[in-house]
């Protein structure tokens, strides 16, 4: 213990050196200092993603493919230390190097769909994209159509095309999955046990990620018609009453349908905070506190999102983060509630945070570009 102690003393007092040397201008000096780091190292998993995750951070994407070198079994053996070498040579330009490393990654225990799951959802976290889809696609076209597997993988992948608005191809992603289910009643009910997840609140997102592409393509009467589908599937999907209540030159009925919507799902997030914020004030319980902090994020963003009084959403979403700090969802949302209220300075201030706790969830990067704008727009009007 005490050697090991000793180890990672020395290797933080030469990666401080390091970055030293780094700001003084001093780049060969540096990275002959951090390469001494790679000397106390003992080879296991857990310490070699942890050194490849400091220096892909740092930059020193050369020691990456050094250590590849010194450690062929284990970057043999282990995929996520394969994508990190390849997502170093990438980001030094290689991208022949990258692909084939790649390939040896995705061919790594081709039998266990768990591993390539698990991988994908690890690739997406750090904005590996376009790698995360193929390890999706590989569980999708190998496995069985009608195997938790491929429909956990059509779910997944369906929510991550949705974030990067490719929403028409997460819309076939869920009709698949559902058609397969639709075949096998017991299948649903096996997707819905080892889930959570209700089938119905899955044809809503279907019908809701049609009609996000067909906005996009102005295609208004199909909006409608999807946005009624997904509703009549979920009625308490708050993004679906979200966007019908922002449908353009909408009917008078439609405004009214939306506005009721809106009405009914404030009251029934306002009668379940009633319930449970007595029991969290009288004793306070973290998992009562995070249920509680859900339904005030969860109001505060349907408010900041359509009509009401914005300083409240601004208040509620301030309270969900005493209760759960430092959650990018909930800045988000803040961010978010801070626009609507006209407040933009504060609006970029939070989303910014947001954005440091989640840099890859694309929709948190989209507010942000929406509030800097706005920001701008403002400043520029006051000069």
């Known amino acids: 213990f005490d050697e090991l102690d000793g180890r990672e003393n020395a290797r933080d007092l030469l990666r401080w050196y390091a970055h030293l040397l780094h700001q003084l201008d001093r780049p060969e000096e540096s990275l002959a200092a951090v390469r ?15 050194t490849v995750d400091w220096l892909i951070e740092h930059e020193t994407y050369v020691l990456v493919s050094e250590l590849a070198t010194r450690y062929p079994n284990q970057f043999g053996e282990f995929a996520m230390l394969q994508y990190r070498l390849a997502e170093a040579q990438m980001k ?19 039998e266990e769909p768990t591993e390539h799951i698990a991988m994908a959802v690890s690739l997406q976290e750090r904005g590996l994209f376009e790698w995360a889809e193929g390890e999706y696609r590989l569980v999708i076209d190998n496995f069985p159509a009608a195997s938790y597997y491929v429909l956990q993988s059509r779910f997944l992948m369906a929510s991550m095309l949705h974030d990067l608005q490719r929403d028409n191809e997460a819309a076939d992603m869920l009709e698949v999955a559902l058609q397969t289910m639709d075949v096998d009643r017991n299948l649903q009910q096996m997707m819905e046990l080892r889930t959570g997840m209700r089938v119905v609140n899955a044809r809503a997102q279907m019908n809701y990620y049609r009609a996000e592409h067909l906005a996009r393509q102005t295609e208004w009467e199909k909006v409608r018609e999807n946005l009624t589908k997904a509703i009549e599937a979920n009625p308490d999907d708050v993004d679906v009453v979200i966007a019908m209540y922002r449908v353009p030159n909408a009917t008078d009925e439609w405004k009214a349908d939306a506005m009721r919507r809106i009405q009914s799902a404030v009251n029934g997030f306002r009668a379940q905070i009633a319930t449970i914020e007595p029991i969290q004030q009288r004793a306070p319980n973290p998992e009562v506190g995070r249920q509680l902090a859900l339904l005030y994020n969860n109001l505060a963003w349907l408010i900041g999102n359509t009509t009401g009084d914005y300083a409240e959403a601004v208040r509620l979403s301030h309270k969900s983060l005493e209760l759960v700090p430092d959650t990018a969802g909930y800045l988000d949302t803040l961010g978010r509630c801070y626009y609507a209220k ?28 929406l509030f800097e704008k706005a920001l701008a727009g403002k400043s520029s009007e006051a000069k």
């Not at 300075?345 to 942000?368: G, S």
């Open 92 to 110: 030094q330009g290689d991208a022949e190097a990258a692909k084939q490393t790649v390939a040896k990654a995705r061919a790594m225990k081709a």
């Open 36 to 50: 001494q780091t790679l000397d106390l190292m003992d080879g296991t998993r857990e310490q070699l993603l942890d």
């Open 342 to 369: 006209g407040d933009y300075a504060n609006a970029v201030k939070y989303q910014a945070q947001a954005v440091r706790l989640d840099p890859h969830t694309q929709q948190i990067r989209r507010q942000l570009d």
